[in-house]
């Protein structure tokens, strides 16, 4: 049998028409993915909402109070960009004592005020009562507890009324994630 020599392979040209097809969908990708990820510095972690609550008119929309948690090695900071709190009305500044610095815990160590964090998030509330939104920004270094706690504590508290019962107070419920530096 002989053997046909194509044209192709006599001149030594290559089939690069494959590789651009890889080399367009993988910069494709790339773009994409890239996109998503600057996307991603705050996450919206808010839980659907139950029961019948009122939705907000526009006769409602003011300016709102960017309520910010930050979670540093020293204690919490609380700051708000919209309305002033305060002399934390700056963002969270780690050269500067925090809001509700760390308590001394039962065994000696430091520990986060949980307590401290929700009192002083009952006066925001009282202030601004229908703002619902708290951005949470963590040190890279904080562990995954206490931000669920930290959430926790934001969420809502219990309340002792003047007779002596007890009540759940929602406090900011619509909660967004984010990153100090």
Not at 122 to 151: C, G
Not at 169 to 180: A, C, E, Q, R, Y
Request: with cysteine.
């Amino acid at each position: 049998m002989r053997r046909f020599i194509r044209a192709e392979e006599v001149t030594g040209e290559l089939n690069i028409v494959p590789y651009l097809d890889v080399v367009v969908n993988l910069v494709i990708f790339m773009l994409l993915s890239m996109t998503g990820l600057i996307s991603l510095g705050v996450l919206n972690v808010s839980a659907p909402r139950i029961g019948t609550e009122q939705v907000a008119t526009a006769a409602d929309t003011g300016p709102k109070l960017l309520l910010t948690v930050a979670i540093g090695r020293q204690g919490f900071y609380v700051a708000g960009a919209g309305g002033v709190l305060g002399a934390d009305a700056a963002a969270a500044d780690t050269s500067r004592p925090p809001t509700i610095p760390l308590k001394t815990g039962k065994n000696g160590r430091p520990e986060y005020d949980y307590a401290a964090l929700s009192a002083e998030l009952v006066k925001i509330k009282d202030q601004y009562p229908k703002e619902t939104q708290v951005i949470l920004s963590a040190d890279p270094d904080v562990v995954y507890d206490v931000l669920i706690q930290t959430m926790d504590a934001c969420r809502d508290v219990q309340v002792k009324n003047a007779d002596g019962t007890s009540e759940r107070k929602l406090l900011f419920f619509d909660v967004s994630l984010s990153l100090i530096g």
